[in-house]
């Protein structure tokens, strides 16, 4: 690893940034196809009931890693800051005592998911002839967050060095271990559900132990030692003001997304199994998105910590371009071939056609989010993220929830809840973009 590291604070922004980026771009559709796998092989070789019953945990399951996720963005701005300061010992706590608050949040989630996820699945309305199915799927799904905890670690600490490379090697191979046990338990061992949750925590175990032992083999002062590997209070604290307010962010987020699951729900099963199949779509687009976002982080921290006060500031509008054009792109084309998309997932027509109704909307209005996300960025990036975390809880979440209790019950229309979407980022995007303009001129860089 140490001879992948990069410098972000020389050189051309524009062309580091996508170079730097690819490989965060397909590392995050790789962890995508974790779960598409899983609803491609439940719909060609398992029926519609298990596709619907799968499906309907994708925001269950979104829920919970995402406050994974945000814990590691914390943990990618913070080493970034230090090794772009040329700090290496604060770099080396922050590492080591990254580790440990990951483990304990994978953990805390595992427990929480497996007690409480039932009661959330009867609480979205979860058709009675899937939720058996669901709540198998999910508990053995969730056997596997520890390991997802430690992998979203490992490639925190790899972004923040520049090192973009590795991560996506590693969860390359864990990826097709995951579609092979896929195919296996389903199609041999007629295993079902409980197939796919078993392949996708195999490969998420493998994925970790991977980039852990890249971490305790990298040479240097860097490395991941057993030695080292203790809580520091004052990383810690560090790590959790800026990484838990953008996991809880995620969590809540994907809570309002709770109720639109309800309202869809509120319809056949046939446009659940279609929304279910549809919805992939937002993963497939809003992580190559993210690829971005972390990139922003990676960038703005290390000048951060160097004191280059403009590349701060481009580094933002750089990665605010780049995620609003792949959205855009990547929108249209899903429009364009969504039947064909729609195909990886079910063989129904009457499915693929309630499919459709969702990424008609949904696929001009992706790119829009990216006015939103990279505000929040830029500002955790600049360590603020209480209160973006609060713009976006009462601009996406609380907004959401109105209108499904509002427009959506007057309407009962399909297009009725998702236009809720453009309507919330627009909200939501005009504040953040208010509140980083105002944190950037209020910081003081170098």
């Known amino acids: 690893m140490k001879e992948n590291r990069q410098d972000l604070t020389t050189g051309s922004i524009w062309g580091k940034m996508l170079f730097f980026s690819i490989p965060l771009v397909l590392t995050n559709l790789l962890q995508v196809l974790f779960n598409m796998a899983d609803i491609a092989v439940?719909?060609?070789f398992a029926g519609s009931l298990s596709l619907g019953a799968v499906g309907s945990t994708?925001?269950?399951?979104?829920?919970?890693?995402?406050?994974?996720?945000?814990?590691?963005?914390?943990?990618?701005?913070?080493?970034?800051?230090?090794?772009?300061?040329?700090?290496?010992?604060?770099?080396?706590?922050?590492?080591?005592?990254?580790?440990l608050v990951s483990l304990a949040a994978g953990l805390i989630v595992l427990a929480f998911g497996m007690i409480f996820s039932k009661w959330i699945l009867e609480v979205m309305n979860t058709k009675e002839e899937l939720l058996n199915g669901a709540v198998l799927y999910i508990?053995?799904?969730?056997?596997?967050?520890?390991?997802?905890?430690?992998?979203?670690?490992?490639n925190a600490v790899c972004s923040a060095f520049g090192d973009t490379k590795k991560p996506l090697y590693y969860l390359a191979a864990a990826g097709v271990v995951n579609v092979v046990l896929n195919l296996f338990f389903v199609i041999v061992c007629k295993m079902d559900v409980a197939g796919v949750a078993a392949a996708s925590i195999i490969s998420q175990y493998i994925s970790a132990f991977l980039i852990l032992r890249a971490l305790a083999q990298m040479g240097g002062d860097y490395a991941l030692r057993l030695l080292e590997l203790k809580f520091d209070k004052r990383m810690a604290e560090y790590i959790i003001q800026i990484g838990l307010p953008a996991g809880l962010q995620n969590g809540i987020f994907q809570l309002a997304n709770l109720f639109i699951q309800a309202g869809v729900n509120t319809f056949d099963a046939t446009m659940v199994a279609g929304n279910s199949a549809?919805?992939?779509?937002?993963?497939?687009?809003?992580?190559?998105?993210?690829?971005?976002?972390?990139?922003?982080?990676?960038?703005?921290?290390?000048?951060?910590?160097?004191?280059?006060?403009?590349?701060?500031?481009n580094s933002?509008?750089?990665?605010l371009a780049y995620s609003f054009g792949i959205g855009l792109i990547g929108g249209i084309s899903?429009?364009?071939?969504?039947?064909?998309?729609?195909?990886?997932?079910?063989n129904d027509p009457a499915v693929v056609e309630a499919g459709m109704k969702r990424l008609t909307i949904m696929g001009y209005c992706y790119g829009f989010s990216a006015f939103m996300d990279s505000?929040?960025?830029?500002?955790?990036?600049?360590?603020?993220?209480?209160?973006?975390?609060?713009?976006?809880?009462?601009?996406?979440?609380?907004?959401?929830?109105?209108?499904?209790?509002?427009?959506f019950a007057y309407f009962k229309t399909i297009p009725s809840l998702y236009l809720l979407y453009i309507f919330s980022w627009g909200i939501t995007a005009?504040?953040?973009?208010?509140?980083?303009?105002?944190?950037?001129?209020?910081?003081?860089?170098?």
């Open 42 to 44: 439940i719909g060609q």
């Open 58 to 99: 994708t925001t269950l399951v979104t829920l919970f890693t995402g406050i994974l996720i945000g814990m590691a963005g914390g943990i990618n701005v913070l080493v970034a800051r230090f090794f772009g300061a040329k700090d290496k010992r604060s770099t080396v706590q922050t590492i080591h005592t990254a580790l």
């Open 139 to 154: 508990r053995i799904y969730f056997l596997g967050m520890p390991a997802l905890a430690l992998y979203n670690f490992g």
């Open 278 to 313: 549809a919805a992939n779509a937002d993963a497939l687009l809003y992580d190559s998105m993210a690829a971005f976002y972390t990139a922003c982080g990676s960038f703005m921290g290390q000048n951060y910590g160097a004191g280059k006060r403009d590349r701060v500031r």
């Open 316 to 319: 933002y509008l750089i990665s």
């Open 334 to 346: 899903l429009v364009i071939f969504g039947k064909q998309f729609l195909g990886l997932f079910t």
């Open 375 to 407: 505000a929040i960025a830029a500002s955790r990036a600049l360590g603020k993220s209480i209160v973006p975390t609060i713009i976006v809880i009462l601009g996406s979440c609380v907004f959401r929830m109105v209108w499904v209790n509002t427009v």
């Open 430 to 446: 005009f504040v953040e973009i208010i509140y980083f303009v105002h944190v950037y001129k209020n910081t003081k860089i170098g």
